[in-house]
């Protein structure tokens, strides 16, 4: 069983700034890739960024530039400095782990982030 706890959403203004954490527990040793996904209302949920644990990342088009995921392997801790929000990255951020053997995902409870234009 692993636990994914986000925290560091909120609300802010056009072109500020938020960073959020991921911090997880339980088996960690399963953990391989991790990452950041959000949903807005009435849409799906998309990927925004992932990370291996070896620091390879991947974004998603609209905010590459703007948002950088990063980890802590030591404190299995993800997270995601996001700048220049603009008020489509409104939306629920959900933290992801993909998981040993079989890279099944396991989610956070997700966390609100309010970008206000």
């Known amino acids: 069983q692993v636990l994914l706890m986000e925290s560091g959403g909120g609300l802010v203004q056009a072109g500020g700034s938020l960073r959020l954490s991921c911090a997880a527990s339980g088996s960690t040793f399963r953990i391989g890739p991790m990452g950041w996904y959000r949903q807005a209302p009435g849409k799906q949920r998309d990927l925004v960024a992932t990370?291996?644990?070896?620091?390879?990342?991947n974004y998603a088009d609209s905010v590459q530039g703007r948002f950088t995921v990063s980890r802590d392997n030591a404190k299995n801790t993800v997270y995601l400095q996001m700048n220049s929000l603009k008020s489509e990255d409104t939306a629920v951020y959900y933290c992801?782990?993909?998981?040993?053997?079989?890279?099944?995902?396991?989610w956070g409870q997700g966390t609100q982030v309010t970008v206000s234009s």
């Open positions: 992801n782990a993909k998981l040993a053997p079989s890279w099944h995902d396991a």
């Open positions: 990370i291996t644990g070896g620091g390879n990342t």
